[in-house]
């Protein structure tokens, strides 16, 4: 079930990838064989196999899980959405966290009179040239 789910978001990310570049019906490029080998495989690989799954999909459960798992698609990238937006706010904040501890260290050893051999990255040094 979940792989014809996945295979449902991949035809609609495609669907949109192409909307989003302009389908317009005044101009439009030559329909070639290379292009129409292009919608075949596309319609093998995409419409097929997500038939295929779904009839797998009511063989081994009943179509009513079929139907339901199709609506909970909105409910499952949700979750997943706001999982992905927590763990990068938490990576952000772990990254903040850790550049405000290496300058509190950097500013200790210059307090203290502890200058190493290497200057630090943000050290304002004067060279002469």
């Not at 038939?51 to 009943?62: N, R």
């Amino acid at each position: 079930m979940m792989a014809a789910e996945f295979t449902d978001v991949g035809i609609t990310i495609l669907s949109k990838a192409s909307m989003s570049r302009g389908m317009s019906i005044k101009k439009h490029p030559p329909l070639t064989i290379s292009i129409l080998h292009k919608f075949f495989i596309l319609g093998l690989t995409g419409v097929c196999f997500a038939q295929v799954l779904l009839f797998v999909g009511i063989h081994y459960s009943s179509p009513f899980l079929v139907v339901a798992m199709a609506n909970i698609i909105l409910a499952f990238t949700f979750v997943l959405a706001v999982a992905f937006s927590v763990i990068g706010a938490i990576v952000i904040a772990l990254g903040f966290y850790a550049v405000m501890w290496g300058k509190a260290k950097e500013g200790k050893k210059a307090e203290e009179g502890l200058e190493s051999s290497t200057l630090p990255l943000l050290k304002n040094t004067d060279i002469d040239v």
